[in-house]
């Protein structure tokens, strides 16, 4: 009897929506094939021993059942992209490619028990051994890092538990989402319409949901990072739904990181979808400075301590959209956000890059972002447009991004994006130079603005 091998690919989505994993259909098991099913053979010798042939029926089915128990796929990001810097030659005009392969295995025993793996391969053909970035640390071309490992299980189908490193994505703000507390990564504002590449952190999450009042609540307990249990850090979260509202509370504490509390809104108002996201940290032992820095005369700053302060942050926008045929509507949104721990004005930038506190997209106290978003017009059902800008309005600096995808085939999707920066020297356009100083710094900091970024990506899913 010959021997059947089935190959089955599966397509593979970004971001795997865990928490509708109970509220879908499961999938039907099909029934392992009994032994009395097929032809029996008679015994041989005096073993006693009963030997059953395997009909090409039988393998189909238990390959049929393995298939839906287990599930394994990925996807591969290929992407590349240059930076325009004044006062650079074209041919010294720098670009990178970092590229990534996520793999991940699903498995799915029974339509209420889910076990999830996923790692990540990320490889920059541009980065050589012995490079270094501008404050002398090296580089790496090649990495591996463990995306998401979770078990997931229900009980008494009323309480739903997911253990081990999970996504998580709580508010409602597009660019910004101080509410999302448990990530320990910041979105990149820029990267919003095309790719998420923050990745899992470690908890144990309970969810339970009260269907009777539109509710979920959750209970997390975070262990990332920890190695003893008064490093386990605990979240709470509650989410109503009320007519055409949601609404969010959270609050979050740990050993070493402030008490966060948070609450965020969305609804629609008439053509408007409104949100509205903040939350204020209390205990924050982040390092904040205030005064003067000029490395010439070693004039440096003063530390503040700000744990005894309330800090805020607020996000407010809002998303129109206009119908422009019985097809395709354009979308038009933006968001404002207060950021209590930025500064006011670009003075102690250079001095935050040197203590590697420069955090992009919260340098600033006040920012904005706006953004038009156009999927599938016309006879393009496959592709999308979005157009963006932020600002940090408190050092008058910006950034514009145009990104175009399109889907080739079941397959295969590749996309392009196109970005300028402008304005004061600040956040977006940032120039900083610093001559080398003995001992600290021998070849001196040299950083010009960038005035202009173009890049191109291709993605395959399977």
Do not use: C
């Not at 996504?167 to 507390?181: A, E, I, K, L």
């Not at 422009?324 to 949104?333: Q, R, S």
């Not at 670009?346 to 920012?367: D, I, M, N, Q, R």
């Amino acid at each position: 009897m010959g021997t059947l091998l089935l190959l089955v690919a599966r397509s593979f989505a970004e971001d795997v929506d865990e928490d509708t994993l109970f509220g879908g259909t499961p999938a039907t098991e099909t029934p392992a094939p009994s032994a009395t099913d097929a032809p029996a053979v008679p015994p041989t010798g005096d073993l006693g021993i009963e030997i059953t042939e395997t009909a090409p029926a039988d393998i189909l089915a238990r390959i049929g059942l393995a298939d839906e128990r287990l599930t394994v796929g990925g996807k591969l990001y290929l992407r590349a992209s240059s930076s325009f810097f004044e006062g650079t030659e074209a041919e010294d005009t720098a670009y990178s490619s970092p590229n990534l392969l996520d793999l991940f295995t699903d498995i799915r025993p029974s339509d209420r028990v889910r076990g999830f793996a996923q790692a990540r391969l990320t490889y920059d053909f541009t980065i050589a051994d012995g490079d270094e970035d501008y404050l002398g640390n090296d580089l790496e071309p090649a990495s591996v890092e463990l995306d998401q490992l979770w078990l997931k299980f229900d009980l008494a189908n009323r309480v739903f538990v997911t253990a081990g490193r999970q996504r998580v994505r709580w508010g409602s703000g597009r660019f910004w989402n101080p509410t999302d507390v448990l990530s320990q990564q910041t979105l990149n504002a820029l990267d919003v319409a095309v790719f998420d590449n923050r990745t899992g952190v470690t908890l144990l999450k309970v969810h339970v949901p009260i269907e009777k009042i539109g509710a979920n609540l959750y209970a997390v307990a975070n262990f990332d990072g920890a190695d003893t249990v008064g490093q386990i850090g605990g979240a709470l979260r509650t989410e109503w739904v009320l007519g055409p509202s949601e609404i969010a509370l959270t609050a979050a504490a740990r050993e070493g990181d402030p008490l966060r509390l948070g609450a965020d809104v969305s609804a629609a108002v008439g053509p408007l979808d409104l949100r509205v996201e903040g939350a204020v940290r209390h205990g924050d032992q982040t390092p904040w400075y205030e005064g003067e820095f000029d490395i010439a005369t070693l004039t440096l700053p003063d530390e503040v301590d700000r744990s005894d302060e309330w800090i805020p942050q607020v996000v407010a926008g809002a998303e129109l959209g206009i119908q422009l045929n019985d097809e395709d509507t354009l979308y038009i949104g933006g968001e404002y956000f207060y950021n209590g721990s930025g500064y006011a004005d670009s003075t102690l930038y250079p001095f935050l890059l040197v203590k590697g506190a420069f955090t992009p997209f919260y340098l600033g106290e006040h920012y904005f972002g706006a953004y038009l978003a156009l999927p599938g017009p016309g006879n393009w059902d496959d592709t999308n447009f979005t157009a963006s800008t932020l600002g940090n309005l408190s050092d008058h600096t910006y950034a514009s991004r145009l990104d175009v995808s399109t889907k080739l085939n079941t397959f295969l999707s590749v996309s392009a994006y196109a970005g300028v920066y402008y304005g004061d020297n600040g956040e977006f356009h940032f120039s900083f130079q610093l001559d080398p100083v003995e001992g600290m710094l021998p070849d001196g900091v040299d950083i010009p603005a960038p005035i202009g970024t173009v890049g191109a990506g291709a993605t395959v899913n399977f």
